[in-house]
C-alpha cells in the first residue's frame, strides 16, 4: 500500500530516533491512528527511553508541512504518569498507550507499557468522601449566589464567570459520580457523541437528565437564561448530592 504524505514524513523524523541508543520504543498515538484528522490535527508520538535515562525531552518538529508534537520519556516516568492520570481522575496516558500504534520496539518495552495501561484505564476511582460531598454542595450554592451577583452588575464578565463556573459545576459532579474527568474541548462531543466515546475509550454518562441540561447550559446564549439553567443544574447536582439548604448549614472539622 503506497504511503500518505503524513506516513512519509513521520519516518522521516523517527530515523534519528530509531538510531539513538537511548530509545526502547516509539508509539504514534491520536488522530492519524484512532481516525478523522484534521487541518489542526498534529501527529503525537511517544518516545519510551530505556529504563533508568536521566534525560527526558519534549518538543515540536514540522516536516514536510506536519507538526510532530513528541514526549520521550523514560519508562518509569510513563508509569508515573498513569499514577498521577489516576490521581486526577483522567484517563489522557493510558488512552494514547492502548489506542497507539507501535511504530518501534527495541525490547519489548513498549509492549508491555501498553498492558500496564490496560489496568489503568477500566480502573474504579475512588467514591467522594462525606466531607467532600458536603463542601462542594455549599461550593455550588455559592456559585448560584456569585453568578447572580455578576449578571446583577452587569460589567461584562459574565460569560467568563458562566463557563468557568460551569466547568467547576461538571468537574463536581464527575468526581461524585466517581467518572474521569473531561478535556474542555472535548467535553459536548463525549456527551453526545457515541463514536467519539468509544474512540477515546470513554464510558457513557448515565445521567441522561444531568447530559442534555448541561449540553444545553453550553449552548444557550441568552445571559438571563443562562442564569437560571445554571441554578437548575447547581440544584439538580445538590438534590443527587443528598440536597442542600443554606439556613442553618454548617460544617465542622478537626482544626489540626
Not at 147 to 159: A, N, P
Request: glycine share 6%; proline share 2%.
Amino acid at each position: 500500500m503506497k504511503q500518505q504524505m503524513w506516513e512519509i514524513a513521520l519516518d522521516k523524523f523517527l530515523k534519528g530516533w530509531k538510531k539513538n541508543p537511548d530509545v526502547s520504543g516509539i508509539i504514534l498515538a491520536g488522530s492519524y491512528v484512532t481516525g478523522n484528522p484534521t487541518k489542526n490535527s498534529d501527529l503525537d508520538i511517544q518516545i519510551i527511553l530505556r529504563r533508568g535515562c536521566e534525560w527526558r525531552e519534549r518538543g515540536n518538529k514540522i516536516v514536510d508541512g506536519f507538526l510532530m508534537e513528541y514526549f520521550a520519556n523514560p519508562s518509569e516516568r510513563i508509569m508515573g504518569y498513569l499514577e498521577d492520570d489516576e490521581k486526577r481522575r483522567r484517563r489522557i496516558e493510558s488512552h494514547m498507550l492502548i489506542t497507539g500504534k507501535i511504530m518501534f520496539d527495541r525490547d519489548g518495552e513498549v509492549k508491555k507499557l501498553k498492558d500496564v495501561a490496560k489496568t489503568y484505564l477500566y480502573k474504579s476511582f475512588d467514591k467522594m468522601p462525606e466531607s467532600k460531598v458536603e463542601l462542594n454542595k455549599y461550593h455550588l450554592w455559592d456559585m448560584m449566589d456569585n453568578l447572580e451577583e455578576v449578571y446583577e452588575r452587569k460589567l461584562g464578565d459574565f460569560s467568563y464567570v458562566y463557563f468557568n463556573f460551569l466547568r467547576n459545576l461538571f468537574d463536581v459532579y464527575m468526581e461524585y459520580l466517581a467518572q474521569p474527568d473531561y478535556s474542555e474541548n472535548k467535553t459536548i462531543r463525549f456527551l453526545l457523541d457515541k463514536k467519539d466515546r468509544a474512540k477515546y475509550k470513554i464510558q457513557e454518562l448515565k445521567d441522561k437528565k444531568f447530559s442534555n441540561l448541561f449540553v444545553g447550559a453550553m449552548k444557550e446564549v441568552n445571559d438571563k437564561r443562562r442564569l437560571d439553567i445554571f441554578n437548575k443544574l447547581a440544584k439538580y447536582v445538590q438534590n443527587k448530592m443528598g440536597g442542600f439548604e443554606i439556613n442553618g448549614w454548617k460544617f465542622r472539622s478537626s482544626a489540626k
